[in-house]
């Protein structure tokens, strides 16, 4: 597990959400109240429960689980354990997932969960007892066809196994359709776990495939975050041919303006402790912030949101910006790379390949019919070039930015099926 970079300063993810929202449905012709209707979160729950660790002693920790829509399916959203974890970062988790969903023509509402913890303080025996814990505690709002859970920051594919487990003995039978995520051997997809950095590098080679950098080894390439999306990013995109000039996590960047040997620094991480990138020999030690500000041609910000803000957008050298993480970028800082002539692939499209492969997962689950990797591989390009497609379409009607035009694109979906469905009773 990796706990990824933390912001240079809180800024409430909930208002970057809602203010990215005004932009874009500002655009668009909807009623008023479905317009309003879409602002809202469709229900939270907040959990207050015990765990006894290691030593006996019984804590108490903090969770949540917010459903965001449901208009278009059942809700879909990671689980997240972090210390900043906190209300308003899970509804705008929840929010983003819902546009990412609509985007990419998942039949999936929005959510997400997490718990305040800092699982790098636990043992493997503590964290299974807080998940299983957890997921007894939000079993009131999961259901294989109601809202399906998978990884995020701070989890995994076990926590997944863990989750699946624990829903199954309370329903007396076995349910792999209950997350996704889930280690192969529980009913797992192929491809899952490198599914969200895969996309990333899909959305980025189809960025510079079409203004013409037809030549991978001329792109410089730095990545923020070396967790579970940075890391398969920072694979991809190497074994395509770009320079993989730089990564980070906590314990800060690392840079090689020759390139990186990913392969290697994936070697290591397997090998150290808490799968971090501390003590890495064969590279210059720099800050996460150095590393956003680095001379590179395609940056990827793949840790938290909050990254790229007022403070430093205007030290960002890189021509495209690629979001692996879900809103690294705030609005004002939007507007000054835009300013700047920088393309942003926005989060909702850059990082859809994890929810795609996790549809395919939920579907193969249901059906008990399982694809190979090459299968799984051509589905989600199809899928995210597609979207892609969509959100330029989109991008050249209104005359916006990528981000505007990919919420308007997934907004409009959201919002006409709204009206059609029409407001109960």
């Known amino acids: 597990?990796?706990?990824?970079?933390?912001?240079?300063?809180?800024?409430?993810?909930?208002?970057?959400?809602?203010?990215?929202?005004?932009?874009?449905?500002?655009?668009?012709?909807?009623?008023?109240?479905?317009?309003?209707?879409?602002?809202?979160?469709?229900?939270?729950?907040?959990?207050?429960?015990?765990?006894?660790?290691?030593?006996?002693?019984?804590?108490?920790?903090?969770?949540y689980r917010v459903h965001h829509n449901t208009v278009l399916g059942p809700s879909k959203g990671g689980i997240?354990?972090?210390?900043?974890?906190?209300?308003?970062?899970?509804?705008?988790?929840?929010?983003?997932?819902?546009?990412?969903?609509?985007?990419?023509?998942?039949?999936?509402?929005?959510?997400?969960?997490?718990?305040?913890?800092?699982?790098?303080?636990?043992?493997?025996?503590?964290?299974?007892?807080?998940?299983?814990?957890?997921?007894?505690?939000?079993?009131?709002?999961?259901?294989?066809?109601?809202?399906?859970?998978?990884?995020?920051?701070?989890?995994?594919?076990?926590?997944?196994?863990?989750?699946?487990d624990t829903y199954s003995m309370t329903v007396g039978y076995s349910v792999p359709a209950i997350v996704t995520g889930k280690p192969l051997n529980v009913g797992g997809s192929q491809g899952r776990t490198e599914a969200t950095g895969r996309g990333v590098v899909i959305c980025m080679d189809e960025s510079l495939r079409r203004s013409g950098r037809n030549r991978p080894e001329e792109i410089r390439v730095a990545i923020q975050g070396f967790g579970n999306v940075g890391m398969y990013a920072a694979k991809h995109a190497h074994d395509l041919g770009y320079q993989v000039i730089a990564v980070s996590d906590v314990t800060g960047g690392y840079y090689n303006p020759d390139g990186l040997d990913v392969d290697d620094l994936m070697a290591?991480?397997?090998?150290?402790?808490?799968?971090?990138?501390?003590?890495?020999?064969?590279?210059?030690?720099?800050?996460?912030?150095?590393?956003?500000?680095?001379?590179?041609d395609v940056l990827m910000p793949c840790a938290m949101e909050n990254q790229i803000t007022l403070e430093n957008a205007?030290?960002?050298?890189?021509?495209?910006?690629?979001?692996?993480?879900?809103?690294?970028?705030?609005?004002?800082?939007?507007?000054?790379?835009?300013?700047?002539?920088?393309?942003?692939?926005?989060?909702?499209?850059?990082?859809?390949?994890?929810?795609?492969?996790?549809?395919?997962?939920?579907?193969?689950?249901?059906?008990?019919f399982f694809w190979d990797v090459e299968e799984v591989n051509r589905q989600l390009r199809r899928v995210l070039i597609r979207a892609y497609d969509d959100v330029v379409r989109t991008r050249d009607r209104f005359d916006v930015d990528l981000r505007t035009a990919a919420q308007i694109t997934a907004i409009k979906r959201v919002g006409d099926a709204t009206f059609t469905r029409g407001i109960y009773p």
Not at 27 to 40: C, H, Q, T, V, W
Not at 87 to 105: F, G, I, P, Q, S
Not at 124 to 138: D, G, N, P, V
Request: aromatic content about 10%; some cysteine.
């Open 80 to 164: 997240r354990y972090a210390p900043q974890v906190d209300l308003d970062e899970v509804r705008a988790l929840a929010m983003w997932m819902t546009w990412k969903c609509a985007l990419v023509n998942l039949p999936y509402g929005g959510a997400k969960g997490g718990v305040i913890v800092n699982p790098l303080e636990m043992s493997q025996s503590e964290l299974e007892r807080l998940t299983r814990r957890y997921a007894t505690e939000i079993s009131l709002f999961i259901s294989p066809h109601g809202d399906i859970p998978a990884p995020d920051m701070g989890t995994n594919s076990q926590t997944m196994a863990w989750i699946m």
């Open 314 to 368: 205007a030290d960002v050298k890189a021509f495209l910006i690629v979001e692996g993480a879900n809103g690294p970028t705030t609005p004002e800082a939007d507007d000054i790379l835009a300013a700047k002539g920088v393309e942003v692939i926005p989060d909702i499209l850059a990082n859809a390949g994890g929810v795609t492969v996790s549809y395919f997962e939920w579907v193969q689950g249901l059906q008990s």
């Open 268 to 296: 290591y991480t397997a090998t150290s402790r808490f799968h971090q990138l501390a003590g890495y020999e064969h590279a210059e030690h720099i800050s996460n912030m150095e590393l956003l500000a680095l001379d590179c």
């Open 1 to 63: 597990m990796a706990v990824q970079a933390q912001a240079t300063e809180h800024i409430n993810a909930y208002t970057i959400a809602l203010q990215q929202y005004d932009r874009a449905v500002a655009y668009l012709d909807l009623p008023a109240g479905i317009k309003n209707f879409l602002r809202y979160p469709k229900r939270e729950l907040t959990v207050n429960f015990p765990v006894r660790m290691d030593n006996g002693d019984i804590n108490i920790f903090t969770g």
